[in-house]
């Protein structure tokens, strides 16, 4: 089993709509939780970090549930330019130090 | 968060020679992390670089193949020696600051695009 699992997609939407992300991961010493985006041909950039209240960031909220040890990422009135490779991303205690384990990434397709 | 740039952003390298790639951070920065991401594929961290001592390996990562380099706490380099068509991927340098056990957010340069022939 992978350690960090996603669907792949590709999620294909129109502009406004509303798609939700999931992902599941595998260790329950897992510490931290982020969310990635990545173009096409470019290096993952933060989109958000993960709390386990949940946090919102304008038209992306993110949650967490660590007793299903489930991440989801909400995105709200869908734009052309959200069109990416969003990476589900979980900070691990392995050999005595911590290290980032990445999921597979979900595309999205924002369609006018 | 940090300006990380890399050279070369792109190489074409015969198979059976080495590359080297550098990262620059523009400023100090407790950690610096190279991945590698093959094409449709995601990223797998190489090893942890570590200023004035020896890098930390991922299993299935060696010295000999990848050595590693991090003279301070804003620069670092990978070499991907005795190069085959297998190691035709993204190279990509990362830092974070903050303490290890604490939560910490991890930037990425632009990347080195690396073709073996």
């Known amino acids: 089993r992978k350690e960090v699992e996603q669907d792949p997609g590709p999620f294909n939407v129109p502009e406004g709509a509303t798609v939700a992300f999931n992902c599941t991961y595998s260790n329950s010493a897992s510490q931290s939780f982020f969310w990635y985006r990545q173009d096409c041909r470019k290096e993952p950039k933060l989109l958000m970090s993960?709390?386990?209240s949940g946090n919102e960031d304008g038209r992306f909220t993110a949650q967490l549930n660590r007793a299903s040890q489930y991440i989801s990422l909400l995105i709200r009135d869908s734009k052309l330019s959200d069109s990416a490779t969003y990476l589900c991303?979980?900070?691990?205690?392995?050999?005595?130090?911590?290290?980032?384990?990445f999921g597979s990434g979900t595309r999205l397709l924002v369609r006018p | 968060s940090a300006v990380i740039s890399q050279k070369p952003s792109r190489d074409i390298c015969q198979r059976g020679t080495s590359l080297t790639i550098q990262c620059q951070v523009d400023s100090q920065v407790t950690m610096m992390f190279w991945y590698r991401q093959q094409p449709g594929q995601s990223l797998t961290l190489i090893a942890t670089a570590n200023q004035g001592s020896e890098a930390t390996y991922e299993s299935g990562f060696v010295i000999d193949k990848f050595p590693i380099s991090r003279p301070n706490l804003t620069f670092s380099t990978l070499t991907v020696s005795n190069m085959s068509p297998e190691d035709s991927s993204i190279y990509l340098c990362?830092?974070?600051?903050?303490?290890?056990?604490?939560?910490?957010?991890?930037?990425f340069g632009p990347g080195t695009r690396l073709t073996v022939t």
């Open positions: 993960v709390y386990s």
């Open positions: 991303v979980v900070n691990v205690l392995m050999d005595s130090s911590y290290k980032l384990i």
């Open positions: 990362s830092v974070a600051s903050g303490f290890l056990g604490l939560t910490y957010e991890q930037y």
